[in-house]
């Protein structure tokens, strides 16, 4: 199958400065591209693949993972924060202010009077780890909630998403139905969390990212191709617990 694909894939206009490669994922129900700190960009496929389907599905998002693999081979590398009073972080499109504050007993990461509160730690890995479970404890409350309109739209059941760190990905649909959505899409304004969920919906029905894919998406999301540019634009400084 990777033969087959690879031979697809071969014939998009793939930059020749590009390293890349396909490896076929017996768990995976649709394609997945990774794009690693070295600008390297895999394709991850299952075993039934059609290889048309991926090289359609690829062609249709060369802009993005070309801005992406740039980016990498520049050393943009993941973005990273400092963690100190007055440093910038976003929740749902708004930017607010981190303010560190004492570590006394029962203290928390909390959102107060417009300011991102984090209790002061011993080091910035602790301190990071904390704010992205309070992304993750506040993703999981919201995008539930916003599943149910989302499935409806979809016309397919509703249900819970499991928000963690997906590293390179965004979203998830395993072969059982579970959605999995990662953490840093929080800080995202909510068009573009509906964006990332619908489409992980819509392979609940539509397994490949074909036409029949982007059809039943464009039923949900009036304006898909620009809400796909901005998110294009917005993925690239999303932070992802680096410091």
Not at 49 to 62: F, G, K, W, Y
Not at 103 to 110: M, Y
Not at 151 to 168: I, Y
């Amino acid at each position: 199958m990777s033969v087959s694909v690879n031979s697809a894939l071969t014939s998009l206009p793939l930059p020749g400065e590009w390293t890349w490669e396909v490896v076929v994922r017996p768990r995976r129900r649709t394609l997945g591209i990774e794009i690693r700190e070295d600008g390297g960009v895999l394709f991850a496929v299952p075993p039934d693949a059609d290889p048309q389907e991926v090289a359609a599905a690829v062609r249709s998002r060369l802009t993005r993972i070309a801005s992406e693999v740039d980016r990498r081979r520049r050393g943009g590398g993941e973005p990273r924060k400092e963690l100190v009073s007055g440093a910038s972080f976003a929740y749902l499109g708004r930017r607010h202010r981190l303010r560190v504050v004492p570590a006394e007993p029962g203290a928390r990461v909390r959102l107060h009077q417009g300011w991102l509160e984090l209790p002061r730690r011993d080091s910035a890995r602790e301190g990071a780890r904390l704010i992205a479970d309070w992304y993750t404890a506040r993703g999981a409350e919201w995008m539930t909630t916003r599943m149910r309109p989302l499935a409806a739209q979809v016309g397919v059941p509703s249900r819970d998403v499991v928000v963690r760190d997906l590293k390179e990905r965004w979203g998830a649909c395993d072969p059982d139905g579970t959605i999995t959505a990662h953490w840093a899409l929080m800080q995202l304004a909510p068009a573009l969390v509906d964006l990332v969920l619908v489409h992980e919906l819509t392979h609940l029905t539509v397994p490949a990212h074909g036409p029949a894919f982007r059809r039943r998406m464009r039923l949900v999301l009036e304006g898909l191709e620009d809400l796909e540019r901005h998110f294009a634009l917005a993925e690239r400084e999303l932070w992802r617990g680096a410091v």
